[in-house]
């Protein structure tokens, strides 16, 4: 007497996100950049200047440059985020956010332990910036 071996059902072939889940992720983001190019501008004489001087920088002009330097750097990456969806804004985004990230941690390492959450909450955006790096690039090379 044979015994029948019980196979569970193959898994679904895996699927990338639907096309208006990017979208949402991709205006999140849009909001994010956006949004901090504004407050940057905003509270750059109060907030910025502050945590500059808190790092050691001195020089009020250097201290402006970095500020408004990473106000429009945020200011354009949201635009192209916005303006040029794809997998060349999510990449660009990305690398753009590590290097500021990386910037912060050299300057300000402290902000790891801010209990907002000030440069851990990079952590999902880079992850959302993946997904839409590749969800993007899925999509591009199955377009007409």
Do not use: C
Not at 73 to 90: E, K, T
Request: aromatic fraction near 6%; glycine fraction near 8%; charge should be positive.
């Amino acid at each position: 007497m044979t015994q029948s071996v019980h196979r569970p059902a193959p898994l679904p072939a895996p699927t990338g996100p639907t096309a208006s889940f990017v979208r949402l992720l991709r205006a999140s983001l849009v909001a994010v950049w956006l949004g901090t190019a504004v407050v940057s501008a905003i509270t750059h004489r109060t907030q910025g200047d502050a945590l500059l001087r808190q790092a050691g920088l001195t020089d009020n002009a250097w201290i402006q440059a970095l500020i408004w330097g990473g106000a429009a750097a945020d200011l354009l990456m949201g635009i192209a985020l916005w303006r040029w969806p794809g997998r060349y804004s999510a990449w660009a985004a990305l690398g753009l956010m590590g290097v500021m990230t990386l910037t912060a941690t050299v300057l300000l390492p402290h902000l790891w332990l801010d209990p907002l959450g000030s440069l851990l909450k990079n952590l999902p955006i880079a992850a959302i910036l993946v997904v839409l790096g590749t969800s993007s690039a899925r999509t591009e090379e199955t377009a007409p």
